[in-house]
């Protein structure tokens, strides 16, 4: 079966750092770029990273430039999503994303919960 | 960053109605714009790609138009399982998405 599987999220504060990672399981991994996408609470979705396939290009949302980095093992079937100096506005349901090479996401993870508070 | 901007922000509609979402993109994104569903505690599907072209699956009752900044998403005839948030996402220059529109029952 196709499928994404994140892990990772926690309770931590503000400033602090979190790993999250994104599995996959049924398809070539090395074939798609994947993104991370966001959704706090209450709110609507949010892009926040992505990565080519191959690793040689990555893109951030303005909102977490500088403090995010996304990176991917083939070894592991995995991207990563570092997240550092977090602050209270990065709380929020961290969903990872297949690009189908067409640019649109077809394939979701259910999503990890990163919560950030004092 | 291209912002995606969506309206209206909720639609209040009744089963059989018909309805138009809108996306407004800041710049041209040609027709590099999709549109997913979402409803609460499952993970957004993928509705319309390439502005007007249906995922696999989905109903012919939804159709996408549009390019360069304006795009629309039409629902002919609502549904129970339709209620729903919609988003709109551009994918000319990485991606981002509108603030979603949600469609809620009458």
């Known amino acids: 079966e196709v499928q994404l599987v994140e892990s990772g999220g926690d309770l931590v504060r503000p400033g602090r750092s979190l790993r999250l990672s994104c599995a996959a399981f049924?398809?070539?991994?090395?074939?798609?770029?994947i993104h991370w996408v966001r959704q706090a609470p209450g709110k609507g979705l949010e892009w926040v990273s992505g990565i080519t396939w191959n690793s040689a290009s990555v893109g951030y949302a303005d909102s977490v430039r500088g403090r995010f980095t996304i990176s991917r093992d083939s070894a592991e079937n995995s991207v990563y999503l570092q997240m550092n100096s977090l602050r209270v506005d990065d709380t929020a349901l961290y969903y990872c994303?297949?690009?189908?090479?067409?640019?649109?996401?077809?394939?979701w993870g259910q999503g990890t919960l990163v919560s950030v508070s004092s | 960053e291209i912002v995606m901007t969506q309206s209206p922000a909720t639609l209040s509609v009744s089963p059989g109605e018909r309805v138009t979402l809108s996306c407004r993109a800041s710049q041209s994104v040609v027709t590099n714009l999709a549109w997913y569903q979402h409803k609460p505690g499952q993970a957004p599907r993928l509705l319309i790609s390439?502005?007007?072209t249906r995922a696999t699956g989905v109903p012919a009752r939804f159709s996408g138009s549009g390019s360069g900044t304006e795009f629309t998403l039409t629902i002919s005839s609502l549904q129970s399982e339709d209620f729903a948030v919609y988003y709109c996402?551009?994918?000319?220059?990485?991606?981002?998405f509108g603030q979603g529109t949600k469609l809620e029952i009458k």
């Open positions: 390439g502005a007007f």
């Open positions: 994303a297949r690009d189908n090479d067409f640019g649109t996401f077809d394939v």
């Open positions: 996402q551009q994918y000319r220059n990485w991606r981002s």
């Open positions: 049924g398809f070539n991994f090395n074939k798609y770029a």
